[in-house]
């Protein structure tokens, strides 16, 4: 490879690697596996090794971890918390023991752990009381996440017994039980289905993983809610100034008489194959955890030998991690079927026959879209490998190509709707097909109006997504302005299927029906933003919604403007102004929206709303922080009604730093230095009046 080459794939894997350590350590969303992502960072490795004057001064093989969430105080460590290198190849841990031996000899032993996978903390100590707790971070500094932590249990506050050193610090893991998992994570389900979400809407709020919830509790700002959801913590290494053991192992031991909840699953190994075997049995063991482990850490037991193999920039050189695979079986594809979204957004389903998979039966995989389905060269019939990897829904990683059949045909992504037949399009540079038939495909109709009736927009609680498709299988609705026109006789004894069950039937009674048209009748008081949200317009959510209800103030504005009026409004863009522009072209939606108009459904921002509007602080940004006489809600609607907007952070773009009593003093002191204008609430006042 020659040095531009070289230069470009390095840009590359270093802006790809930044970004995945960004989903993983901050947001807790990570989008590829472990595995994926050490492969890519091996490889930028081997070109930065080739190329050394092309590394950049913040790639990803120099640093621990991601960067600080902001909401928390930044504390430095004391004693840097550096990463381990890994592996997943039983020859490099083969390679490790060499370099350990190279170094000190034959005359050691290791301890080989689990790696739990949670969230790395650091608990600080002082005469026996915990003092602060401190996320990873970026390896040098993380966050104070000290409330947080001392709402855990098994973290004690106040330790027993004697002999610890006045000052130290411990780490651990912090984690979430798969049950606790489950049954949050099933609580919160049951709390959005009541609160109206729709199918869609519910998988994408919940959790993926015990992990992922351990990461979101943790980050949470009210300790309170911390204490409601049970984390739990397993501690494994002491720093000191003072010594307080010969080797790791008596230091767990010590640890544990001392009250720390120590892994009952460590054990001193005389050898590497004895490392190995513990490594084995485990990657067997490991669905029967109550927690998620991702592998083994083998660390030098004897301090001293330790401190003689001394660190990399890095890493240890007297530890390393073996990472096992993401857990994958082998299955064999049934056949490809389509959903379709309520949008038109067609997502490829691979059914499979039926397979056990981290200890659940796996019928189904995800293919994302056409590009994944060409990308696995999927042929019918073939065999898979399926894989979990931390996800809910399973995906297929690879194709076992030694068990196709010679006469399989290639799978070719549907050019047809699977329930309408209505030919798809791909829209340029989107990955996904869409069936264009938005006023006749049965799914898209029964989606938009579960979408209308949703909590976040029209709020119909008494409808729900089995009574939704019932009205429209008896024919009684075919779009969300035909709820408004239901009555007491036609709903009174309705009957129609629940679930995929077609015998079990549900039949509409006296106080269903009241409901229902008491929460349509009440749905009429909806403000105008959120009936533009409801209307279900593709990338309307509800915060364009709401700019779009400000900017134009009535529907029939909305639906005279041009493409570039739309696209002009801040932070809407070109995008957005098609979809927007595409829906009211239709003569179909048009006519929907004219009998919702008769309806008396609100298509206009109040006359209140209205008669206050000004444009005095068009194009400002504003952030209000502190106390003030009015609430901070009614500052910041004064604010929008003057044509300003809200910010919710300090940077270099914004005009005015609104301050009343209980500012924090970091924001104003950024707020200082970047020569931003602080304003009081008076100052503000004189601005609009």
Same mark, same amino acid.
């Given at each position: 490879?020659?040095?531009?080459?070289?230069?470009?794939?390095?840009?590359?894997?270093?802006?790809?690697?930044?970004?995945?350590?960004?989903?993983?350590?901050?947001?807790?969303?990570?989008?590829?596996?472990?595995?994926?992502?050490?492969?890519?960072?091996?490889?930028?490795?081997?070109?930065?090794?080739?190329?050394?004057?092309?590394?950049?001064?913040?790639?990803?093989?120099?640093?621990?971890?991601?960067?600080?969430?902001?909401?928390?105080?930044?504390?430095?460590?004391?004693?840097?918390?550096?990463?381990?290198?890994?592996?997943?190849?039983?020859?490099?841990?083969?390679?490790?023991?060499?370099?350990?031996?190279?170094?000190?000899?034959?005359?050691?032993?290791?301890?080989?752990?689990?790696?739990?996978?949670?969230?790395?903390?650091?608990?600080?100590?002082?005469?026996?009381?915990?003092?602060?707790?401190?996320?990873?971070?970026?390896?040098?500094?993380?966050?104070?996440?000290?409330?947080?932590?001392?709402?855990?249990?098994?973290?004690?506050?106040?330790?027993?017994?004697?002999?610890?050193?006045?000052?130290?610090?411990?780490?651990?893991?912090?984690?979430?039980?798969?049950?606790?998992?489950?049954?949050?994570?099933?609580?919160?389900?049951?709390?959005?289905?009541?609160?109206?979400?729709?199918?869609?809407?519910?998988?994408?709020?919940?959790?993926?993983?015990?992990?992922?919830?351990?990461?979101?509790?943790?980050?949470?700002?009210?300790?309170?809610?911390?204490?409601?959801?049970?984390?739990?913590?397993?501690?494994?290494?002491?720093?000191?100034?003072?010594?307080?053991?010969?080797?790791?192992?008596?230091?767990?031991?010590?640890?544990?008489?001392?009250?720390?909840?120590?892994?009952?699953?460590?054990?001193?190994?005389?050898?590497?194959?004895?490392?190995?075997?513990?490594?084995?049995?485990?990657?067997?063991?490991?669905?029967?955890?109550?927690?998620?482990?991702?592998?083994?850490?083998?660390?030098?037991?004897?301090?001293?030998?330790?401190?003689?193999?001394?660190?990399?920039?890095?890493?240890?050189?007297?530890?390393?991690?073996?990472?096992?695979?993401?857990?994958?079986?082998?299955?064999?594809?049934?056949?490809?079927? =389509? %959903?379709? $979204?309520?949008?038109?957004?067609?997502?490829?389903?691979?059914? +499979? @026959?039926?397979? *056990? !998979?981290? &200890?659940?039966?796996?019928?189904?995989?995800?293919?994302?879209?056409?590009?994944?389905?060409?990308?696995?060269?999927?042929?019918?019939?073939?065999?898979?490998?399926?894989?979990?990897?931390?996800?809910?829904?399973?995906?297929?990683?690879?194709?076992?190509?030694?068990?196709?059949?010679?006469?399989?045909?290639?799978?070719?992504?549907?050019?047809?709707?699977?329930?309408?037949?209505?030919?798809?399009?791909?829209?340029?540079?989107?990955?996904?097909?869409?069936?264009?038939?938005?006023?006749?495909?049965?799914?898209?109709?029964?989606?938009?109006?579960?979408?209308?009736?949703?909590?976040?927009?029209?709020?119909?609680?008494?409808?729900?997504?089995?009574?939704?498709?019932?009205? =429209? %299988?008896? $024919?009684?609705?075919?779009?969300?302005?035909?709820?408004?026109? +239901? @009555?007491?006789? *036609? !709903?009174? &004894?309705?009957?129609?299927?629940?679930?995929?069950?077609?015998?079990?039937?549900?039949?509409?009674?006296?106080?269903?029906?009241?409901?229902?048209?008491?929460?349509?009748?009440?749905?009429?008081?909806?403000?105008?933003?959120?009936?533009?949200?409801?209307?279900?317009?593709?990338?309307?959510?509800?915060?364009?919604?709401?700019?779009?209800?400000?900017?134009?103030?009535?529907?029939?504005?909305?639906?005279?403007?041009?493409?570039?009026?739309?696209?002009?409004?801040?932070?809407?863009?070109?995008?957005?102004?098609?979809?927007?522009?595409?829906?009211?072209?239709?003569?179909?939606?048009?006519?929907?929206?004219?009998?919702?108009?008769?309806?008396?459904?609100?298509?206009?921002?109040?006359?209140?709303?209205?008669?206050?509007?000004?444009?005095?602080?068009?194009?400002?940004?504003?952030?209000?922080?502190?106390?003030?006489?009015?609430?901070?809600?009614?500052?910041?609607?004064?604010?929008?009604?003057?044509?300003?907007?809200?910010?919710?952070?300090?940077?270099?773009?914004?005009?005015?730093?609104?301050?009343?009593?209980?500012?924090?003093?970091?924001?104003?002191?950024?707020?200082?230095?970047?020569?931003?204008?602080?304003?009081?609430?008076?100052?503000?006042?004189?601005?609009?009046?």
């Amino acid at each position: 490879m020659d040095e531009t080459a070289a230069k470009l794939k390095i840009d590359k894997l270093t802006e790809e690697l930044t970004q995945h350590n960004y989903n993983y350590y901050i947001l807790s969303q990570p989008t590829i596996s472990d595995f994926e992502f050490d492969v890519l960072l091996k490889e930028l490795e081997k070109l930065e090794a080739e190329f050394p004057h092309l590394v950049h001064i913040n790639s990803p093989t120099q640093k621990v971890g991601g960067d600080i969430t902001k909401g928390f105080k930044q504390v430095a460590h004391k004693y840097p918390m550096l990463s381990l290198g890994n592996t997943y190849s039983e020859e490099e841990l083969n390679d490790f023991d060499d370099r350990v031996k190279k170094s000190i000899g034959s005359n050691f032993n290791y301890v080989a752990e689990l790696k739990f996978d949670g969230l790395a903390i650091s608990i600080t100590y002082e005469k026996g009381q915990l003092i602060r707790a401190v996320t990873r971070g970026d390896g040098t500094k993380g966050d104070d996440v000290t409330a947080n932590v001392k709402t855990i249990k098994t973290v004690p506050q106040q330790l027993k017994g004697e002999g610890y050193p006045d000052t130290f610090e411990i780490r651990g893991e912090i984690f979430m039980h798969r049950k606790t998992f489950e049954k949050l994570n099933d609580e919160y389900r049951q709390e959005l289905l009541l609160k109206g979400y729709d199918d869609d809407e519910i998988k994408e709020r919940l959790y993926k993983n015990p992990r992922n919830f351990a990461s979101g509790t943790l980050k949470m700002q009210d300790s309170a809610e911390v204490a409601k959801r049970p984390l739990d913590c397993f501690l494994y290494f002491i720093y000191s100034d003072n010594q307080v053991a010969d080797s790791h192992y008596q230091s767990l031991i010590k640890a544990k008489e001392w009250g720390f909840q120590v892994s009952e699953h460590a054990r001193v190994c005389q050898n590497i194959q004895e490392v190995m075997d513990f490594i084995r049995f485990y990657d067997k063991q490991r669905e029967s955890l109550s927690f998620e482990i991702d592998g083994v850490v083998i660390k030098v037991n004897q301090y001293a030998q330790q401190l003689e193999l001394g660190f990399t920039a890095k890493n240890p050189r007297w530890a390393i991690s073996y990472k096992y695979k993401a857990q994958s079986v082998l299955s064999q594809l049934e056949k490809i079927t =389509y %959903q379709v $979204g309520r949008t038109g957004a067609i997502t490829p389903v691979a059914n +499979l @026959t039926p397979v *056990q !998979l981290a &200890g659940t039966t796996v019928k189904r995989a995800s293919l994302y879209n056409a590009d994944e389905i060409e990308r696995l060269d999927l042929h019918e019939n073939d065999w898979v490998y399926v894989e979990k990897g931390g996800e809910i829904i399973p995906k297929i990683v690879s194709v076992n190509l030694l068990k196709r059949n010679v006469n399989a045909l290639k799978i070719t992504y549907a050019l047809n709707c699977p329930e309408c037949n209505t030919p798809l399009i791909r829209r340029e540079g989107e990955a996904l097909h869409y069936c264009p038939n938005e006023n006749g495909c049965q799914p898209q109709l029964i989606g938009k109006i579960e979408h209308f009736i949703g909590r976040r927009a029209m709020n119909i609680d008494s409808l729900g997504s089995e009574t939704v498709a019932g009205l =429209y %299988q008896k $024919g009684l609705i075919k779009n969300y302005a035909d709820l408004y026109d +239901l @009555t007491f006789d *036609q !709903l009174i &004894g309705l009957e129609f299927e629940v679930g995929e069950d077609e015998k079990k039937k549900r039949s509409l009674k006296d106080k269903s029906v009241d409901n229902i048209l008491t929460g349509i009748n009440e749905s009429k008081k909806v403000p105008f933003e959120r009936v533009l949200f409801a209307l279900g317009i593709r990338m309307v959510g509800e915060t364009v919604a709401k700019k779009l209800a400000k900017h134009f103030i009535t529907i029939d504005k909305i639906i005279a403007a041009t493409r570039e009026e739309i696209a002009s409004i801040y932070e809407i863009g070109d995008k957005i102004a098609d979809q927007v522009t595409r829906y009211f072209a239709d003569g179909a939606n048009i006519n929907t929206i004219n009998k919702l108009k008769l309806k008396g459904i609100q298509l206009a921002l109040h006359e209140d709303e209205q008669l206050n509007r000004t444009d005095k602080l068009a194009a400002k940004s504003f952030l209000v922080s502190g106390t003030f006489t009015i609430s901070r809600d009614e500052l910041k609607k004064l604010i929008e009604n003057n044509g300003g907007r809200n910010v919710g952070s300090i940077s270099k773009s914004l005009n005015y730093l609104i301050a009343g009593d209980k500012m924090g003093p970091e924001k104003l002191k950024k707020a200082t230095d970047l020569g931003i204008p602080i304003i009081s609430e008076e100052q503000f006042m004189e601005m609009i009046h």
